[in-house]
């Protein structure tokens, strides 16, 4: 089945993302995720100034914690006291991400926002500014929430 033409102008160039910047992940127990992802993958735990600012107060409450793999990219554990369990038969698929997050050149962050809009994709919210960089948070068909996410330029 052959894809639609698209305008060039209207679709984010080919390389336009350049890496998944983090993903964030629901959690039911934060001490059992923490000892898991940190103790037993052996992933850093970030602490102190390398905590992004804008997640240190919720890092100081014990909502979320982050780590970083080997290649850079940043996991976000999210407390979610209330997730409901995942289902007994381990063959069935369920998600406990939260989103997917992609980094973009600051120079191109206005065009993903137009090729949003074009498209007609569901905004969750965004765009937003934060210390540590612009977003825009938005779903796939599926329902799945993604962020495109650029530095301050």
């Known amino acids: 089945m052959a894809l639609p033409h698209v305008e060039p102008s209207l679709v984010l160039p080919l390389g336009a993302l350049r890496r998944v910047h983090h993903i964030a992940l629901n959690v039911k127990d934060m001490g059992a995720s923490r000892q898991f992802y940190g103790k037993i993958l052996g992933l850093q735990e970030l602490t102190g100034e390398a905590i992004p600012k804008t997640l240190r107060s919720l890092v ?4 979320v914690a ?18 409901t369990p995942p289902d007994p038969n381990p063959q069935q698929q369920f998600t406990r991400a939260n989103h997917l997050a992609f ?15 074009h498209h007609e994709i569901p905004i969750d919210h965004g765009p937003v500014t934060r210390p540590t960089g612009r977003g825009i948070y938005f779903y796939d068909p599926d329902g ?8 301050l330029s």
């Open 103 to 117: 980094d973009i050149d600051p120079q191109q962050f206005e065009q993903a926002l137009s090729v949003l809009a």
């Open 144 to 151: 799945f929430l993604v962020e495109i996410r650029c530095d």
């Open 66 to 83: 982050n780590f970083i793999t080997p290649d850079g990219t940043v996991l976000d554990l999210f407390w979610e006291p209330d997730l």
């Open 60 to 63: 100081e409450q014990g909502k």
